[in-house]
């Protein structure tokens, strides 16, 4: 196991690498930025390293300036977290090159799947279904044309280096595919640098379930179940669950097939998961695979019992996996939801500011995972996530109950957050029955 | 009555953590007063500037406090070179050369005062103010972070 | 004094969570000053007095707030008498009775002024305050918490 | 199940079992003294009932008061919690008398059970064995002697009706014997307002070890394994783990059937706890049985991942067990700290006063149970109980990398706290390898 390690991170999963590397007693390096240096969470760390000013690009994005303080602490390894440089393939080069361990898979790899026309094809030569649409880049506007009405509206087109929901554009006819073409063209240059887009039909009413998947250096590849991420809005992800109401046993096997069978013609190590578009014919499509731990890992770990940053960690350092396909077990349900800094009542504004109050939910089957305290300040810098709330209960409806109870529990004041738009939907008919897919949250707040 | 002065007031008070201020002048009278808190603050959390001057981070990297790189507030007259980057310091261009400064040289801003490593590359520091070397605050071969002091210049 | 000058010290008071702001100016005096109530106390926790004199918890035990039954404060020259127990009041000893006291009637400190019936058994309250009813704060047949008001009196 | 109860008690536990209510549809009705009134958790209640001034005699103990405003909010059921009135048999007769459900055993099983010398007798009759010792409370002191000497020195001198430790004295010889009799006596005269007495054997070297038995209407009894709470101070408990480090599963079969044994002949229903003597050399003596929650019953939650709460107010409102004993396992190890508002330094005196920042630990395998927050002022009134910090991992050894993990993370400022002490105590050569005994705090702080 390692001694030591920089996490290459900062706020809530920041904190939960840190918790993991404390457990298994390997000393810390956190960096931060100028606008984290008060954050509590620093005060774990064995070492703490500030690398920057506020802006990411010039400290969570500054791949000389993590490089350095890596070197300066002499650590053995590097835990990217999600986000900023977690899928950045470049960064696990340089990583290399320095003799430095990167968490995460290689960089060849990473490239292979970060590129979603690369990954379409890796899957459909694995025999697993994607979603129909164009074999690659469009170039051409006749090519996406002929897509179009080949596959039949509406379609979506989709930025090659998209992530989050940037560069999305769904079209209905010829005119609306033209125009989106070059939207999302443009869209995508200015986010990704790369203007690449495809074309690939669109599924209507579809559910999001994705697969966590997890190999060691040896070559051996499971799956950890599901995750059921159809709450969604613009695309981000808003609640989480595990197992899905909508698999069956034999589906939830059948997926999880797939799932492997992408990792293993990826040559995938570490941590990743597949995401799968769910349609309600119980047909499903293989979208991408993250190469990081997401921020919904908690249900997984919930449900499964295991602690997935502390298994990265394992893998990384050489060892092999402790269990096998057959000993995963699922036990009741865990639902997360993201409470974000954010004003419901104001398009989703980020709230920047001072939190005067913070008290977090607890007691039986409750997990808060947040860096955030009584008396922090919501930087304007960084993405508005305050806490992962986490419920685990013996099945879905005690889940949800819990859910709602924590929820109440929650008191966040000095800073509008999401909280009253989860207990509506946590409350909602649709919610409870399992019946919702990707669009229900816009639909239910009148079109996002 | 000058709303300005109320707000110059105010931004004093801000400035300077005060929690009352009451200013009266020929007549004219203007009391403010801040809510004082603050025994809920964290501690390690200092959102005031620190109360004493001059404070200056001159541990190495493995400061304990996280504030380690925080702006330490200058005496007046004095500037410090900071590290643009996260690196190793060194005083001269090589381990048989003389520093490229000492404590009484004279600075102007494009003068180089040290070097910081950071990825194998040698990164010349140029000081970007102009003054006297007072001090050396980290020693050669140290690491440095992102902020920190490396010299203590007198520029009055 | 322009009102709208007041408004504007308001704005700035809010805008810079100040407690207290006082103006003096040839003659004219302004004064504002803001309910110390913590900032960050939660809501729904008076820690501070209320506000206003005379607050009364004229709710029903199922008060929305666990502060219902917080000591009010009481305006100079009058008392409240409380309820000592926990309990259902009753204004008279029996539903075909009149009242025990009504509005403007004169008490002793020992005046008997309602029953509150607790676990069957009915506890007669004595005002302990001498003066005159100036209200009747709770319904009969209602229920009262400890500390809850039930009348008010002039005592003055 | 029942439509609204009311919660006879405050703090953390009184939070606890809104919390189990909440989950399960119930409407809550909180009662608290004046005292409590700015607690935070006051919220989450349906109603609230303001009973009395801060002195518990004149509020949480004032069974009146109570009555009344159970009667006033119309509850079919009141849930006593752990202390005030919890096992308090008149209590529980005043509820039966004005039908409302007291949630707990009958009072007939609680009067037998509260009198250490009947439950004493009670156990030996049911064939299980108890510390030997005087038959009965003794009168004369030259009974006391010849029972002594009989069993030989060291002797436990303790109250019949005590509890938390208070009326017990250690004798060693015939002279501190008379000695401490007397102190006994009126120690238990004042605490208890019965001088009731008697004497046992004292075992060096003993575990505290209890089982949690759990009792249905329909008088089905099960045992859900063991808390092994042997780090104690002054007889009070610090820290309770599950399973024991000393039991092997042999030794948990014996001693839950020696639970069951002694819970079936006293008519045992609802939830209670064994409390055995475990000597070094695997012998166990039954000591007595409580009639309640317990404050550590967080730990049993955990391993058995049930809800004792839910369970109870499942049994009280006539649900038959969901489990037979065979289906009760234990799923790693879970510890529990209690986080005490007391100054180590100047022998544990309580600190009241305002708890300026509470941020408590997070993540993974970590639970808090608390009702305090940033802001909370601790009372003189009440115990100095400010959180319960439970964590469960896979095994004991990482279970403690766990707590110790979290309690570096939790922030309490404004009032001292047992937290120092706690570090000091799990990393402790002793306990992390599980040997320790119930003196084992006290010669570890030099004699408490």
Known sequence: MFNRILVANRGEIALRVIRACQELGIQTVAVYSEADKDALYLRLADETVCIGPGPSKQSYLDIPRIISAAEITDVEAIHPGYGFLSENAQFAEVCRSCHIQFIGPSPETMRKLGDKVEAR???????????????????????????????????????????GGRGLRVAHNDASLSTGLRAARSEAEAAFKKSGVYVEKYIPRARHVEFQVMGDLQGRLIHLGERDCSLQRRHQKLVEESPSPALTPEARQRMGAAALAVARAAGYTHLGTAEFLLAPDSQFYFIEMNCRIQVEHPVTEMVTG???????????????????????????????????????????????????????????????????????????????????????????????AAMRRALEEFVVEGVKTTIPLYLELFGHTNYITGDVDTTFVETYLGGG | MDLKIVRELIALMEQHDLSEVEVEEEGHRVRLRKHVADARAPVGNPAAPAPAAGRVPAAPVAAESPAGAAPAKEAPGTAQVKSPMV???????????????????????ESVVCIVEAMKVMNEIKAEVAGVVEAVLVENGEAVEFGQALFRVRTA
């Open chain 1, 306 to 400: 295991l602690d997935l940053v502390k298994e990265q960690l394992r893998i990384a350092s050489g060892e092999s996996l402790r269990l096998a396909q057959e000993d995963v077990r699922l036990h009741g349900c865990a639902i997360e939801c993201r409470i974000n800094a954010e004003d419901p009542e104001n398009d989703f504004a980020p709230c920047a500011g001072k939190v005067s109050l913070f008290s977090p939910p607890g007691g039986p089957g409750t997990r808060v995972d947040s860096h955030v305290h009584s008396g922090y300040t919501v930087s304007p810098f960084y993405d508005s996530l305050l806490a992962k709330l986490i419920v685990h209960r013996e099945n879905r409806r005690d889940a949800i």
């Open chain 1, 121 to 163: 094809k890796l899957a459909r030569e694995a025999g697993v279904p994607v979603v129909p649409g164009s074999p690659g880049i469009v170039v051409e506007e006749a090519e996406a044309l002929s897509v179009a009405r080949e596959i039949g509206y509406p379609v979506m087109i989709k930025a090659a280096s998209g992530g």
């Open chain 2, 87 to 109: 690196g190793t310091f060194y005083r001269a261009p090589n381990p048989e050369a003389a520093p490229f400064v000492d404590v009484g040289d004279k600075l102007t801003p």
